[in-house]
């Protein structure tokens, strides 16, 4: 497997284990009646970014390619802690900006076929989360 693609591979595993997402549902938001949709669709997509990046971390691991995870969450993640789903959102949708914008960036560097799959995978994956975090952004507005 060539670097740029091992690169990617190793970004998004990085990407979707210590992400705010992660962060946002493993700390339990607060959320009233009316945001209890949102909670759980939040925490519906931070397992489905856990599992994806699970993923990649097995099939590094079948390539026998050493791993290079490590780390953990940012710690200005800690402000998100007894907050609401309001006042996340918006974090949420920048960060998914973010991500979504380096994952395109990086994408065109990745020769590897099997890594290209597993990348726009991811990349679908994120701009679908984005969406749904968008679109609940604007209910919200409305």
Known sequence: MDAGSLSLLYRLASMGAYSLLQYVGQS?????????LMRTQILTMAGEERDSAAQLVRILQKKHVPLRVKG?????????????????????????????????????????????????????????????LTASAANKAV
């Open 72 to 132: 953990g969450f940012p710690s200005h993640y800690t402000s998100g802690n007894f907050v609401s789903i309001d006042y996340l959102l918006p974090k949420l949708i920048a960060e998914h900006v973010k991500e979504v914008a380096e994952i395109e960036r990086e994408l065109p560097k990745v020769a590897d076929e099997e890594a290209r799959i597993l990348a726009q995978a991811y990349l679908d994956m994120k701009r679908g989360h984005l969406q749904t």
């Open 28 to 36: 339990f938001p607060w959320s009233g009646d009316k945001s209890l």
